[in-house]
């Protein structure tokens, strides 16, 4: 018990210290594990041979965040991605496979091993690079999807590379005696049938039996997940206590893992399964709350231990040709990703976060070697040598993610480019920019029967709108032979509506020189955005959140006592105020100048909200008065 707490305490010390630094180096909190796991194992040797055994434990962080993001996609977007699951991911992997196998025999080793080395290397690590690409916000990004997709293949791939590997085993297993007969050599040929068995309750068994298996399995997570969550969830709902929520959601994981390695399967692949079955469930967030810490927890053990594992002896020895090899390994498949990404049409920036986020290889490399290991399909002391240089890559993944992002902020995305619609129309209302503000905004002038001129930059957009039955023109509405085109010397009405502040400044300033008759509205970001239009000519300024705060803010005020008349009061009332304060604080406010910082500003815009609260406890007691 004393040396649970205390391997405890340094894992979780060291976790606590080193992941905040290197957040805020910037680092990334993978490369902080990587390096508490480095500090306590190799350099002060604080852990010892327990960290394999735990390192299995750990690697339930992967499962629960697999099926976190099963939970995240519904089946209908899982199976929009098959063309990238199949085309993508499995290109990947064959090219990557042939590449390092090619790179094996050059150095002398005989094809089963090199094929076997470089099954285990062309798989990346999914628990780092998820992490990452979730920390990093680029998860939904081009790159990050087709990441995704291949990540999610090669964990699929990992059942066929296990079934295959045996008949390698049988291959190397082969040779001529001294009379020319066929026999068995290695000592651990007799052993390998005996490790293939402990893998799974299916070894053994003939193919079709094992296919039937695999299949009701699969059907059984299906099944259970749309016909059973559902009374289970009643029935702890009815125990009225917290934490049976968070036995459930871990039973979930832990049961699902437990059926899929009875069968052979990637526990991880069966989680990913039953989140996507959940996805639609109204449970889903439920547990998503409950697994999240434990899922961030145990990819972080998970981290540290592949830190703390690495053969700091093995790796003195010879450091110089086993990072050397490790970079070879992320060299051949990082050329390989980058023309896989390229013949797939990933642009620039996906890319490159495509071809560096994948070129590691990563934790299946360990269970597939050990696999072979025990198979006598690569010796001992290559086997050593090849888990240390998956470790390796492992650690450089976060130095590459870096280099992403340097060369992320260096590099424009090419843009398609569009020719600009020929516009044969004009109306009295110009509207530039169809997103979510604009649309609203189109609506109501046309239902009301006005007629409007409809411009923006974006050919989704515009395409998106044609298919509702709105006519819209492609174009850039700050260039002025484009307005000029949708009538802006005739025109009554500008709705100013753009994503871009800097865009939406830049239009007012331009128009209003041309036009000092015409009425423009336009939408604002900020209370600084406000002051910027109000400066550049803008009639009516709109601040994109502050009608919907303010209707929010009335149902508050309703559910708290307030007639609906009372709420409305305050509500126009506030309203009302404001404009009047935003046209007042205009002329104390200054650009480039923190609002915060300008004495002046803050002074008046304290006494302003005072006449504010004034105001309103006279409307209140008003009322009240009346209402006596």
Same mark, same amino acid.
């Given at each position: 018990?004393?040396?649970?707490?205390?391997?405890?305490?340094?894992?979780?010390?060291?976790?606590?210290?080193?992941?905040?630094?290197?957040?805020?180096?910037?680092?990334?909190?993978?490369?902080?594990?990587?390096?508490?796991?480095?500090?306590?194992?190799?350099?002060?040797? *604080?852990?010892?041979?327990?960290?394999?055994?735990?390192?299995?434990?750990?690697?339930?962080?992967?499962?629960?965040?697999?099926?976190?993001?099963?939970?995240?996609?519904?089946?209908?977007?899982?199976?929009?991605?098959?063309?990238? *699951?199949?085309?993508?991911?499995?290109?990947?992997?064959?090219?990557?496979?042939?590449?390092?196998?090619?790179?094996?025999?050059?150095?002398?080793?005989?094809?089963?091993?090199?094929?076997?080395?470089?099954?285990?290397?062309?798989?990346?690590?999914?628990?780092?690079?998820?992490?990452? *690409?979730?920390?990093?916000?680029?998860?939904?990004?081009?790159?990050?999807?087709?990441?995704?997709?291949?990540?999610?293949?090669?964990?699929?791939?990992?059942?066929?590379?296990?079934?295959?590997?045996?008949?390698?085993?049988?291959?190397?297993?082969?040779?001529?005696?001294?009379?020319?007969?066929?026999?068995?050599?290695?000592?651990?040929?007799?052993?390998?049938?005996?490790?293939?068995?402990?893998?799974?309750?299916?070894?053994?068994?003939?193919?079709?039996?094992?296919?039937?298996?695999?299949?009701?399995?699969?059907?059984?997570?299906?099944?259970?997940?749309?016909?059973?969550?559902?009374?289970?969830?009643?029935?702890?709902?009815?125990?009225?206590?917290?934490?049976?929520?968070?036995?459930?959601?871990?039973?979930?994981?832990?049961?699902?893992?437990?059926?899929?390695?009875?069968?052979?399967?990637?526990?991880?692949?069966?989680?990913?399964?039953?989140?996507?079955?959940?996805?639609?469930?109204?449970?889903?967030?439920?547990?998503?709350?409950?697994?999240?810490?434990?899922?961030?927890?145990?990819?972080?053990?998970?981290?540290?231990?592949?830190?703390?594992?690495?053969?700091?002896?093995?790796?003195?020895?010879?450091?110089?040709?086993?990072?050397?090899?490790?970079?070879?390994?992320?060299?051949?498949?990082?050329?390989?990703?980058?023309?896989?990404?390229?013949?797939?049409?990933?642009?620039?920036?996906?890319?490159?976060?495509?071809?560096?986020?994948?070129?590691?290889?990563?934790?299946?490399?360990?269970?597939?070697?050990?696999?072979?290991?025990?198979?006598?399909?690569?010796?001992?002391?290559?086997?050593?040598?090849?888990?240390?240089?998956?470790?390796?890559?492992?650690?450089?993944?976060?130095?590459?993610?870096?280099?992403?992002?340097?060369?992320?902020?260096?590099?424009?995305?090419?843009?398609?480019?569009?020719?600009?619609?020929?516009?044969?129309?004009?109306?009295?209302?110009?509207?530039?920019?169809?997103?979510?503000?604009?649309?609203?905004?189109?609506?109501?002038?046309?239902?009301?029967?006005?007629?409007?001129?409809?411009?923006?930059?974006?050919?989704?957009?515009?395409?998106?709108?044609?298919?509702?039955?709105?006519?819209?023109?492609?174009?850039?509405?700050?260039?002025?032979?484009?307005?000029?085109?949708?009538?802006?010397?005739?025109?009554?009405?500008?709705?100013?509506?753009? &994503?871009?502040?800097?865009?939406?400044?830049?239009?007012?300033?331009?128009?209003?020189?041309?036009?000092?008759?015409?009425?423009?509205?336009?939408?604002?970001?900020?209370?600084?955005?406000?002051?910027?239009?109000?400066?550049?000519?803008?009639? &009516?300024?709109?601040?994109?959140?502050?009608?919907?705060?303010?209707?929010?803010?009335?149902?508050?005020?309703?559910?708290?006592?307030?007639?609906?008349?009372?709420?409305?009061?305050?509500?126009?009332?506030?309203?009302?105020?404001?404009?009047?304060?935003?046209?007042?604080?205009?002329?104390?406010?200054?650009?480039?100048?923190?609002?915060?910082?300008?004495?002046?500003?803050?002074?008046?815009?304290?006494?302003?909200?005072?006449?504010?609260?004034?105001?309103?406890?006279?409307?209140?007691?008003?009322?009240?008065?009346?209402?006596?």
């Amino acid at each position: 018990m004393d040396a649970f707490l205390y391997q405890a305490t340094i894992y979780l010390a060291t976790a606590v210290i080193a992941v905040p630094i290197a957040a805020r180096l910037g680092l990334g909190s993978v490369l902080g594990y990587l390096a508490a796991g480095i500090l306590i194992g190799p350099v002060l040797g *604080l852990v010892g041979s327990e960290t394999a055994d735990l390192q299995h434990f750990a690697e339930f962080g992967v499962v629960m965040m697999l099926f976190l993001i099963g939970l995240e996609l519904e089946p209908q977007a899982l199976w929009a991605m098959r063309h990238k *699951l199949i085309g993508l991911g499995g290109l990947q992997i064959s090219i990557s496979t042939l590449a390092l196998m090619g790179a094996a025999m050059v150095t002398g080793q005989p094809w089963q091993v090199s094929l076997a080395i470089g099954l285990a290397l062309s798989l990346s690590s999914t628990a780092i690079v998820l992490q990452t *690409l979730s920390e990093k916000g680029l998860m939904q990004t081009g790159g990050g999807r087709a990441s995704f997709s291949v990540l999610l293949t090669q964990d699929i791939a990992v059942i066929p590379i296990l079934a295959f590997l045996p008949l390698l085993a049988v291959e190397r297993g082969m040779a001529l005696s001294a009379d020319g007969s066929i026999q068995r050599t290695g000592t651990h040929a007799a052993e390998a049938g005996h490790g293939a068995e402990h893998l799974s309750l299916v070894a053994g068994l003939p193919a079709w039996a094992v296919t039937c298996v695999t299949i009701a399995a699969v059907g059984f997570i299906i099944l259970a997940g749309i016909y059973l969550t559902r009374p289970v969830f009643r029935f702890i709902h009815a125990a009225n206590l917290r934490e049976m929520y968070t036995a459930l959601a871990l039973l979930i994981v832990v049961g699902i893992s437990f059926l899929m390695t009875l069968v052979g399967l990637s526990p991880a692949l069966g989680a990913f399964l039953a989140g996507v079955v959940l996805a639609n469930s109204e449970f889903r967030h439920e547990l998503e709350s409950d697994l999240l810490p434990f899922k961030g927890l145990l990819l972080g053990l998970f981290f540290i231990t592949v830190g703390a594992g690495i053969n700091y002896r093995l790796f003195l020895s010879s450091p110089g040709d086993l990072i050397g090899l490790a970079l070879l390994v992320i060299l051949l498949k990082g050329t390989v990703l980058y023309f896989v990404a390229k013949a797939f049409g990933l642009r620039k920036r996906g890319r490159w976060l495509f071809t560096l986020g994948l070129a590691q290889s990563g934790e299946f490399g360990f269970v597939l070697l050990s696999f072979a290991l025990q198979l006598n399909v690569i010796p001992p002391g290559l086997s050593e040598k090849l888990l240390l240089i998956i470790a390796l890559s492992m650690l450089i993944t976060p130095l590459l993610f870096i280099a992403f992002d340097m060369l992320s902020s260096r590099m424009a995305e090419a843009a398609p480019v569009h020719e600009p619609d020929e516009i044969d129309e004009d109306g009295p209302v110009i509207i530039a920019g169809i997103g979510r503000f604009g649309q609203i905004v189109n609506r109501l002038v046309r239902a009301s029967g006005f007629k409007t001129v409809v411009l923006d930059y974006d050919m989704e957009t515009i395409q998106l709108m044609r298919r509702f039955g709105v006519k819209g023109f492609l174009g850039d509405p700050t260039r002025p032979e484009l307005l000029k085109a949708a009538g802006i010397a005739k025109a009554r009405v500008l709705v100013v509506a753009l &994503d871009d502040p800097e865009n939406t400044i830049k239009m007012v300033r331009q128009v209003r020189k041309v036009r000092p008759d015409l009425h423009i509205v336009a939408r604002a970001n900020d209370r600084n955005h406000v002051y910027e239009l109000y400066q550049a000519g803008a009639n &009516d300024i709109v601040r994109e959140l502050f009608d919907s705060s303010l209707r929010a803010g009335r149902y508050v005020l309703e559910n708290m006592g307030l007639s609906e008349y009372e709420a409305a009061q305050a509500e126009q009332t506030f309203y009302s105020h404001d404009r009047r304060v935003v046209r007042e604080l205009a002329d104390f406010w200054e650009q480039g100048v923190p609002a915060s910082q300008n004495a002046a500003y803050v002074e008046r815009a304290r006494e302003l909200e005072k006449d504010l609260e004034t105001a309103l406890m006279e409307l209140y007691e008003t009322h009240k008065q009346k209402s006596a």
